[in-house]
């Protein structure tokens, strides 16, 4: 167990739907990643959240969007969904130290249909 | 070209043989080098990790780095069939709190 979490485990939903992804990191980590997992791409680095900040951006498309509450847990919002938005979803947290040092979640499957 | 280029797979091999899995990369800013594990339907978890260039080894795990031809490999020991999931190699160019350039991960199965 890593000690984060992720819900819900799974989702299924319809195109043009929006869902919101939730993510709690390991006690003390400020750091928040998310990433998005496809057969075809592999683990593709989404958005970063430090202590509420965003920090740094990837292949994030307009539709999804992220925040990083007071709390510090995440959530990660993708709406207008389309097929190819279905994924697995991983939330990965880091301390103050070292960023090599990722804790991955269970991850959330998503699919649209 | 992508970042990181990691040779798929499926990898089979028999109990007890020695594994070769490797990543190239493009990006010779990257100084920090991870090998993660992943099992079927759980998270990547983080197995090994070197700086800059050299070797490392943890039990039956050794990993390489080898800078100048952008190059580095992962060597498992006697495999056993719990060794048996997903490796993805990871790279950064800081230790400060920055995203991960994940390899796509090749399969392996050991077979008993």
């Known amino acids: 167990d890593s000690g984060v979490t992720q819900t819900p485990k799974h989702l299924i939903t319809a195109t043009g739907q929006r869902v919101t992804l939730r993510c709690s990191p390991r006690s003390g980590d400020l750091s928040v990643y998310w990433y998005q997992q496809s057969l075809d791409q592999g683990l593709q680095f989404l958005i970063q959240?430090?202590?509420?900040?965003?920090?740094a951006k990837g292949n994030i498309l307009e539709r999804f969007s992220a925040q990083q509450f007071p709390d510090l847990h995440s959530e990660l919002n993708l709406s207008s969904l389309e097929l190819g938005d279905s994924a697995l979803y991983f939330c990965a947290s880091s301390g103050s130290g070292s960023s090599y040092e990722q804790y991955f979640g269970p991850g959330t499957r998503l699919t649209v249909t | 070209q992508k970042e990181v280029e990691q040779d798929p797979g499926p990898l089979s091999v028999p109990e007890g043989a020695i594994v070769s899995l490797n990543c190239t990369y493009s990006?010779?800013?990257?100084?920090?080098f991870m090998w993660y594990r992943q099992y079927s339907r759980k998270g990547p978890e983080l197995l090994m990790y070197?700086?800059?260039?050299g070797n490392k080894e943890d039990g039956r795990f050794t990993a390489q780095v080898d800078k100048s031809s952008k190059y580095i490999s992962l060597f498992i020991r006697d495999s056993q069939p719990s060794d048996s999931a997903t490796y993805l190699c990871?790279?950064?160019?800081?230790?400060?709190?920055?995203?991960?350039?994940f390899g796509k991960g090749t399969r392996l199965s050991v077979i008993a």
């Open positions: 959240y430090y202590n509420g900040e965003e920090r």
């Open positions: 990006n010779s800013a990257f100084q920090y």
């Open positions: 990871a790279m950064s160019a800081s230790s400060g709190n920055t995203p991960l350039v």
């Open positions: 070197t700086y800059s260039s």
